[in-house]
């Protein structure tokens, strides 16, 4: 494997972009992805800026940049992003150094910073979710973003706890204690969905929510409920990708029980209401399941990235251009 030379990974979300340059993790938080704009564009600007700051912090000039992102899908997007960066002679020098560009779908890089490249599976739950399991080979479930999917994500979450308080609001629902959190949180009910959608971060705001569906969980039925339902959803997208990625079975003729590994990671679980929930739905889906700490998160996997063989099964997941 060719050194990559001096690497800075970037692992872009829907509320903001961590960077690490060459394994040092600065604490530094970029925008995040929005979904009204053009995911190369945006890319194309953060690696931008990561340079820059490589520059200011007095560190080598990255060589490799290694991207983990949500809504990257396209196999051509590392090109895509290569080619809107400034070239050597450009304003913008800091990029200069940069010839090799390595992007893939943030589910890789969960995977790999938690078991780097073996077999299991990992669901990573924040704004949004999504699965990949590694097996026979590899499955990915749910990540399709905010606006038609991530069930049982921070957003999802958030966007069920003001649904319901709407819904009461108009008597269509039953009361619940979250219309005093809501109310205070946006300033009050009026023209909320409308408010909401006129807002550049409304996806983060929705999810700021789930944190008051977690502190009432214990309280409040409604609350309750959208955490059992949230739960219930994760099991399931963790089940599927089991299943789809070859977990779930193993031994003579495929008629003995397999013990796949599951690793959990993103701050949504970090409620323990919401993580009580997944445990128990997923006791009932796959009680044979095996858990695993992660090693790392979805940052460290960024960073593996430029070791990661182009034949291998993630690998062949990993978007990949050479610039000139």
Partial sequence: ???????????????????????????????GLRGDQPVADQ????????????????????????????????????????TRLPGPGAPTPATAALTTMLIAHDSVTSHLGAL???PGCVLAVGTGVVALGVGTTTARVDGWGSLVGDAGSGHWIGRAGIEAVLR?????????????????RFDGLDALGVR??????????????AHDVAELAGTDRIAAKITDDAGRELSQ?????????????GGLLDTEPASPI?????????????????????????????????????????????GVGADTPLGRLVSRAVRR
């Fill in 262 to 306: 599951v690793v959990t990671t993103g701050n949504a679980l970090a409620s323990q209401p919401l993580r009580d929930a997944f445990e128990t739905h997923l006791q009932v889906a796959l009680p044979n399941r095996r858990r695993h700490d992660p090693a790392g998160d979805a940052l460290t996997g960024a960073g593996l990235l430029p």
């Fill in 1 to 31: 494997m060719p050194d990559p030379g001096t690497v800075v990974a970037l692992d872009v979300g829907q509320s903001g972009t961590r960077l690490a340059l060459s394994g040092n993790r600065n604490g530094i938080t970029l925008p």
């Fill in 43 to 82: 890319l194309a600007g953060l690696v931008v800026r990561a340079c820059e700051i490589a520059r200011e912090r007095g560190a080598a000039a990255p060589t490799t940049v290694a991207i983990g992102s949500t809504g990257v899908e396209a196999p051509t997007v590392a090109t895509e992003v290569a």
């Fill in 196 to 209: 909401l959608q006129q807002h550049p971060d409304r996806v983060r705001l929705i999810a700021s929510v």
């Fill in 237 to 249: 997208t963790v089940h599927v990708a089991c299943r789809r990625a070859g977990l779930l079975w």
């Fill in 168 to 184: 009461a609001e108009d008597g269509r629902g039953a009361p619940t204690t979250l219309r005093d959190r809501v109310a205070d």
């Fill in 116 to 118: 780097a490249g073996e």
